[in-house]
């Protein structure tokens, strides 16, 4: 039998903090979040690509033109294939599964079937386009058969034809990733090596917008659940989410970082990404958050290229330099498996209670303290002492010139140096 | 064949008043030409609709979707919506007022205080729906006609209630280790009785089953039952089931810790002399009121600072589920025999004889309060479950009732003979000892009493009194042994099973042990306001605005000045500019403003409402008025 009455339960409050502090050092804990590492590349991952149907199945391609697929359950490799000469530029599933695409820098599109081939067939692409120049990227349309590339110029292809139906460019540059809208199926969006991001509209003729900021952006990413949203990875260290009606400032800018961002994805439900950096880390972001929650680094992992957040919001997988793909938990202290009922209330109950008491300072310290491999700590801290600096320097300069000459420009501000229509 | 409702209508002149029969659902289809039919009938059902609406509009804001909703019958839900719960119910429930809405632009805020609002007045309410279904009632004894309850001998009592109640009122005559102090386990399964002259005695007093009795051959100050078991113990014997609650006993030497079995765990040389005890349950502290007479390294320790007295007074701390003192204080305040605490906040109260009370937390070397109770000494100090109230009784022969949220007495009563030992039920029942009576008293601090509820006469003087938790009974430790007696309306009638459940099983305990030890609250969250954990830090916010404001060079959270937005066809004029400018000027403040005027406007009105009765008063003429000059 149950009474409730508050006199019956003296110090609830600091029971319940109590609780909270012993939950959330449990979580501490229990955070372990590598789970496998997938072997049998000979080069360093250039690319991956989820496949649009099947949670186990993953692609991945390599920097000596090898693409292999991979079963996730049983971590093993299915299928090898030498798909182009050189660097495998991009990789992506075609919206039915029952085929994909990959570009190389021996300026072809390869579409190739997903089954195996049986015994005594050849391993041969279905289609196969020579282009005039290196591809870079590419990616395919949510539900018609078109798909896009990027390379000199983004070019918009039907997979029937053998010339692309429609070509953008805008100034003389090179773009590096192309990514159709998932709600807006129409609209695309690309980063371009003149530091911009432009977006198209595959009906137009005509770019329709772009944003130059004071560095490149490498790929971006758009949020799958509010569709006017983006987030770009960027060589300055930083990621900034964009709203793509207002792009003169970004809405949030991502630091934390403390090298150039290559990779960006976002988990199925919209709400937080997975960025991967040059500097051996894999952060995930909240997507409103300024600061990552989470970081993960392995001894042996090097530069991570590529990362992608699995459908089912559960999986993290990285492609990194020293030729291995890493599988992660994307929340590191969960459990995996089937809950007990019993058990679950217990991790809801012990959830709730972290995020009620997640301002205290004991807990905050706890909750937030993660490890860093050496070099990352140090450079983090030197480039707090540098921001400071600057921020120092213009303080002062502020104080001995005329008042309102020298006006306060917010961080969201200082990267972006125009838009163009 | 003719359905009932049928028959009525055939011969409704002459039953117009028989009662309508019970509607079924074939009647349906036939109502409309049923209503046509007869003329007379219409005349009640309005009626009863007209009711029926009256009801409806008054529950209106707790109906749910299911309203004006028909059953298959016909009938309409007689009571639609969710059931009304009652008023004081709910108001038992509520730990907080609802906070001040937050301005429009922190929206994001806004929604969350909104949110969480919202599931806390749901959870109130399912509470008090809950506590609607609790099994049992309290209630107190009552006498016939112009018979005082305190008349009532515990004989009778025993007599008139069903046996297995009657059987908790009983005697131990144990003359020879006279005088007994008593103490209760936690959930009132257990009684400790500790003789003057050595005597332990552990006892499961419903069953009456003798857990273990010893004597430690020296004589005893204090007895206390901790409520959990020795895990360090318990892991050398590598991790046995066999888990028994502690008990410490203050010896005339040393705190020493027994188990149920009256093995002796641990002696505990850190704590000599001491003279009370109390344990905070939720800290797992025992806190130890001692007293060095003799030259010890205590006194070498603190040498320095009180060269000249002969006996010191400690308030110490002992962790009991690591065994490790955490705080010992000097009180400079003479024997320390009067000890309580406040269950409600852990505070340790103590009574001092120039007649102060003081209380202590072990984070702070002072006492946090002093108060001056008594003009004589302080006898017995007791504090109530809810922590509002402290009842006091000194060497004046005063017993006082204090509220010690604001430090103000309350009541203060006169007893002739003054009462040496002082102790409140869960339910408030108050119980004082004078010399060999135990009385017991009703609501000492809400009216003034002027009898006592009940009352009972034991064989020697009483030196412990202590409520049973959950049961109506009082245990009495006297001279000549021990009475337990039947009070009804005591205790609370409805236990936690989760918290304190008397009719756990073993394993249900040691569950329960295990859940208790990790949600142990550290001895630094011990402060008067318990509740000041789950407080904004206002000053710490304000001080890293502050600095961030200083690192930055210019505050974030200012409000940027309202700029109004250009606007073609010539409604950008200055005026119109300035119109717009007015509209949020000073938003901020709108809310603060409208209620001072509003305070305004009622204090004048209530002025005005005085002036005119006072106008009124002397405009009525009395006859003495015409000899005034």
């Known amino acids: ?421 | 064949m003719a359905s009932p409702g049928e028959a009525t209508v055939s011969d409704s002149h002459v039953e117009k008043k028989k009662k309508k029969p019970p509607g079924r659902y074939w009647q349906e289809p036939q109502e409309g030409e049923k209503e046509g039919k007869d003329g007379e009938q219409p005349e009640q059902p309005p009626q009863q609709n007209e009711q029926k609406t009256q009801k409806a509009k008054k529950r209106k804001p707790e109906e749910g979707q299911r309203d004006g909703k028909k059953f298959i019958s016909g009938k309409s839900d007689p009571f639609p919506g969710p059931a009304p719960i009652p008023e004081d119910r709910v108001q038992k429930f509520k730990r907080k007022d609802k906070m001040k809405k937050p301005r429009r632009q922190h929206y994001k805020l806004r929604d969350m205080i909104a949110r969480s609002e919202e599931a806390s007045e749901m959870a109130q309410k399912q509470a008090a729906r809950f506590d609607l279904l609790l099994p049992e009632d309290a209630g107190f004894l009552e006498g016939d006609d112009n018979e005082d309850t305190y008349m009532i001998s515990q004989e009778d009592i025993a007599d008139a209630v069903d046996i297995t109640s009657g059987a908790k009122h009983f005697n131990l005559k144990l003359s020879q280790f006279g005088p007994y102090r008593v103490d209760y386990s936690k959930t009132g399964r257990h009684l400790l009785l500790g003789g003057r002259r050595g005597h332990i005695a552990c006892i499961d007093w419903q069953s009456k089953q003798l857990m273990c009795e010893i004597n430690v051959m020296e004589s005893v100050n204090d007895v206390k039952s901790s409520s959990v078991s020795d895990t360090n113990f318990r892991l050398c014997l590598g991790g046995s089931t066999a888990s028994h609650a502690m008990y410490a006993v203050a010896q005339k030497k040393w705190l020493h810790i027994y188990d149920s079995n009256g093995i002796e765990l641990h002696c505990i040389r850190k704590f000599n002399d001491v003279l009370r005890m109390q344990f905070l349950p939720y800290h797992f502290l025992l806190a130890t009121a001692v007293e060095i007479l003799s030259f010890s390294h205590k006194m070498e320790f603190f040498w320095c600072i009180i060269p000249n007295t002969s006996a010191t007074s400690f308030l110490q701390y002992l962790d009991v589920s690591v065994g490790k003192e955490v705080a010992a204080i000097c009180t400079k305040t003479g024997r320390l025999d009067v000890m309580c605490q406040n269950p409600h906040n852990a505070i340790i109260h103590l009574g001092h004889h120039n007649g102060t009370v003081t209380l202590w937390s072990p984070n702070q070397k002072e006492a946090l309060v002093k108060m001056l109770c008594h003009q004589g000494g302080v006898r017995s100090v007791t504090v109530d479950k809810t922590g509002t109230y402290m009842v006091t009784s000194g060497m004046d022969k005063k017993l006082k009732v204090y509220d010690i949220r604001a430090f103000k007495p309350v009541k203060s009563y006169f007893l002739p003979a003054g009462a040496s030992c002082l102790s409140l039920s869960q339910r408030g029942l108050l119980s004082a000892a004078t010399g060999d009576t135990v009385q017991v008293y009703r609501d000492v601090w809400s009216t003034p009493v002027t009898k006592p509820y009940m009352a009972h006469r034991v064989q020697g003087t009483v030196w412990g009194l202590h409520f049973c938790p959950f049961e109506d009974v009082l245990g009495v430790g006297h001279g000549d042994g021990f009475t337990s007696m039947l009070v009804p309306g005591a205790g609370e009638p409805n236990f936690d099973g989760l918290d304190a459940n008397p009719y756990r099983s073993a394993k249900q305990r040691q569950e329960w042990e295990v859940k208790a030890l990790l949600e142990k609250i550290q001895p630094e969250l011990i402060s008067l306001d318990p509740s000041e954990l789950g407080q904004i830090d206002h000053a710490t916010f304000e001080q890293r605005h502050q600095d961030r404001v200083q690192a930055l060079g210019f505050d974030p959270l200012a409000t940027e000045k309202f700029i109004p937005k250009y606007k073609k066809k010539g409604r950008s004029s200055a005026g119109s500019v300035e119109r717009r400018k007015k509209q949020v000027a000073h938003e901020d403040q709108r809310d603060v403003i409208r209620k001072t005027v509003e305070d305004k406007m009622k204090m004048e009105k209530e002025r005005k409402e005085k002036e005119k009765k006072k106008a009124l008063l002397s405009s009525q003429k009395s006859a003495l008025d015409r000899f005034k000059k």
């Not at chain 1, 072997?39 to 149907?53: E, P, T, Y």
């Open chain 1, 1 to 421: 039998p149950r009474n409730y009455d508050p006199t019956l339960h003296p110090f609830e409050v600091s029971r319940e903090y109590t609780r909270a502090l012993n939950a959330t050092k449990l979580e501490r804990v229990f955070a372990k979040p590598f789970l496998a590492s997938l072997d049998g590349h000979r080069d360093g991952v250039n690319c991956m690509a989820k496949h649009s149907r099947s949670l186990s199945t993953l692609l991945s391609g390599s920097c000596d033109g090898e693409v292999k697929l991979w079963n996730l359950t049983k971590h093993d490799c299915v299928r090898t294939l030498q798909a182009h000469e050189g660097f495998v530029r991009g990789i992506v599933v075609r919206y039915c599964g029952t085929s994909f695409f990959t570009v190389g820098d021996d300026k072809t599109i390869k579409q190739w079937k997903m089954e195996t081939p049986g015994y005594g067939e050849e391993e041969e692409p279905l289609n196969t386009i020579l282009g005039k120049t290196v591809f870079t990227g590419l990616d395919h349309h949510q539900k018609e058969a078109v798909f896009a590339t990027c390379g000199q110029q983004v070019d918009i292809w039907d997979e029937q034809r053998s010339s692309p139906i429609r070509s953008f460019t805008w100034g003389v540059d090179s773009f590096s990733s192309i990514r159709f809208n998932p709600v807006e199926t129409e609209l695309l969006a690309s980063c371009a090596s003149d530091r911009s991001i432009v977006l198209y509209d595959m009906r137009e003729s005509a770019p329709l917008k772009k944003v130059i900021m004071t560095m490149r952006s490498n790929t971006l990413c758009w949020n799958p659940m509010e569709a006017y949203y983006f987030t770009c990875s960027n060589e300055d260290y930083n990621l900034y989410t964009y709203d793509m009606r207002y792009l003169d400032r970004p809405i949030t800018v991502h630091m934390d970082h403390v090298s150039a961002v290559l990779d960006v994805d976002y988990s199925p439900t919209g709400k937080e990404f997975v960025s991967a950096s040059f500097d051996k880390t894999i952060r995930i972001f909240p997507k409103d958050g300024g600061h990552s929650r989470e970081v993960y680094h392995t001894k042996r992992m090097q530069h991570v290229i590529c990362v992608k957040w699995s459908a089912d919001n559960k999986y993290i997988l990285s492609g990194s330099d020293e030729m291995n793909i890493r599988l992660w938990k994307a929340n590191a202290a969960e459990k995996l498996g089937v809950l007990a009922p019993r058990e679950r209330e217990a991790t809801n109950y012990n959830q709730k209670l972290k995020e009620k008491f997640q301002h205290h300072p004991q807990i905050r310290r706890i909750a937030h303290h993660r490890h860093l491999p050496k070099t990352v700590y140090h450079q983090s801290k030197e480039l707090r002492i540098m921001k400071e600096a600057r921020r120092r320097k213009e303080r002062n300069v502020r104080k001995h010139s005329r008042p309102g000459s020298v006006p306060v420009v917010s961080e969201k501000e200082k990267h972006v140096v125009t838009v163009v229509k």
